[in-house]
């Protein structure tokens, strides 16, 4: 019995990495926004998004801010492997994942590691863009990344989410019984997903 739970677990985690992997590949542009995200929600933790998040959480038990984490990862690595793209909720997740992480409480590992991580790729984009957007203000550095990447995220979920495939269609000059017979060619860069888009 303890086997096949096991077996059908890894069975389940093979297939979710599959999925993402193949959806990368599939689908970069996708893929590129959910990273574009990430760096987004890394950039908003450190502003006063970050500290709404983690002082809300705070209100709370330790075990509810870790549980909000653990779920917004699993649902962030879900979503993109059912349909082999990213869609709203990875997209979104990974914008919000980074401040969720600042509600883990500090003195537990998770916090002291991920935090650090954080703090390390904001410095990055405070040394490598920074001096371009605001000559080294970090704060404010951090809110300019952070809007460009809700404003992409805003624009892609408008145009290209779940159902809003873009399609023209051209109509062909062929004469005899295929004259003007249609073609609908897809122009979203959304190249591919396992289900139909109901």
């Not at 950039?43 to 809300?56: E, K, M, R, V």
């Amino acid at each position: 019995m303890i086997t096949a739970i096991v077996s059908a677990l890894f069975g389940l985690i093979k297939r979710i990495i599959t999925g993402i992997l193949v959806g990368i590949i599939n689908n970069p542009a996708a893929s590129c926004v959910m990273f574009v995200a990430f760096v987004g929600g890394v950039a908003a933790s450190d502003t006063f998004i970050g500290d709404l998040f983690g002082g809300f959480l705070g209100w709370f038990p330790p075990e509810v801010a870790v549980a909000a984490f653990g779920l917004l990862a699993i649902g962030i690595a879900w979503d993109c492997a059912k349909e082999g793209v990213p869609e709203a909720i990875a997209i979104l997740g990974a914008f919000t994942l980074p401040s969720v992480a600042l509600g883990i409480p500090e003195k537990a590992p998770a916090h002291k590691q991920l935090s650090g991580w954080m703090t390390d790729l904001n410095t990055w984009l405070d040394v490598h863009i920074g001096d371009y957007l605001s000559g080294g203000a970090k704060e404010f550095t951090a809110t300019c990344i952070s809007l460009f990447a809700v404003g992409l995220i805003a624009m892609w979920l408008l145009k290209y989410g779940k159902g809003r495939y873009g399609t023209r269609g051209a109509t062909t000059g062929t004469t005899g019984a295929t004259a003007g017979a249609t073609t609908t060619t897809t122009t979203s860069p959304v190249q591919q997903r396992r289900r139909a888009a109901r």
